[in-house]
């Protein structure tokens, strides 16, 4: 397995800084009020669970195995990932640098004074405060968002630093949630909730290598160029991806048991995707897209349910 970039503050103290500390935790449900602030939560809670559903209906159905009260902080995380993405990669009538930038500002104001006008800012920040997330990991990710600006090419240092910023601090932030504030365990599943983003993003870019070229002139892999995606190419990718998820798998087992069916659910798209690649040849690849179709996606849910029910995981 490929040694993995660090990422800033990755070991250092996750406590709270002491202002956060003073104000004190806020939920998101207050009892029934129906008004000001809590009546805004539900509102952009529910936001962000439309968003996820609108934008990735795979990732629907893990999040729906999770049990209710992880449901909303992973959906809270998903909304933010998918409107930073979407900026750069699909907002082309806009100036796209401007957007980012005002993404930016918007969501570190919106972490410092625990509120956001915008919906999905305002439900990210309270799961950032809720769970205990590493402001270092945000400022990663975004960093790698604004990368994607005018950035089409990577070396291995790069790519290998794009996907820590893209993906594994993304499953860091989610693994925050699931281990809930259990600091020795999230300390013993960092590594494979590492490598379980990095491989879900490999696929993604192995899926997407077609559109990534044509659509936005980019390619993630190190030193490829397009014309020099070939068989060998496609192996050795492959080969990384699959260590990537045997280290990933590992950890998975591990999760608390209100956790684990969803993040296996996901784990399992994401290798009968990757098996259908592995079975298609380098030049299918690069002309199509290739997807699992929604019945089947339904199947790979109640297989996943089934397995978890019996404890065959």
């Known amino acids: 397995m490929n040694a993995r970039p660090p990422i800033a503050s990755l070991n250092a103290n996750r406590e709270k800084p002491a202002a956060q500390e003073q104000r004190g935790q806020t939920a998101v449900n207050q009892g029934l009020l129906d008004t000001g602030k809590p009546l805004f939560d539900q509102v952009s809670l529910r936001c962000s669970a439309l968003t ?19 449901r909303a902080p992973i959906h809270a995380i998903y909304g933010f990932v998918r409107f930073a993405d979407e900026i750069v990669d699909a907002f082309h009538d806009f100036d796209k640098t401007i957007l ?110 077609q559109a990534d070229w044509e659509g936005l002139g980019r390619t993630y892999f190190p030193g490829l160029h397009l014309n020099d995606f070939d068989h060998n190419a496609k192996q050795n990718i492959e080969a990384e991806i699959d260590r990537d998820f045997a280290h990933a798998l590992e950890g998975i087992l591990r999760l608390p048991s209100n956790a684990r069916l969803g993040v296996y659910m996901a784990y399992i798209y ?19 897209r290739i997807r699992i179709p929604n019945r089947q996606k339904v199947a790979l849910l109640v297989g996943s349910y089934l397995r978890h029910q019996f404890n065959l995981l």
């Open 100 to 209: 980012l930038d005002r993404f930016k500002q918007d969501t570190h104001q919106a972490i410092a004074e625990r509120i956001s006008l915008n919906p999905i800012l305002n439900s990210f920040q309270w799961a950032f405060h809720a769970y205990s997330m590493d402001m270092a990991h945000v400022d990663k990710f975004l960093a790698s968002m604004e990368r994607d600006l005018d950035q089409t090419a990577y070396d291995r240092d790069g790519y290998d630093d794009y996907i820590v910023g893209s993906a594994e601090v993304v499953g860091l932030m989610c693994l925050s949630v699931f281990v809930q504030g259990n600091k020795d365990q999230y300390d013993s599943l960092l590594p494979h909730a590492r490598s379980l983003g990095a491989a879900f993003q490999k696929i993604n870019f192995l899926r997407d290598l």
């Open 270 to 288: 994401y290798t009968r995707l990757f098996r259908k690649i592995k079975r298609l040849s380098h030049q299918r690849i690069l002309q199509e």
């Open 52 to 70: 996820t559903s609108a934008y990735s209906t795979s990732f629907s159905m893990g999040i729906r195995l999770l049990t209710p009260e992880l």
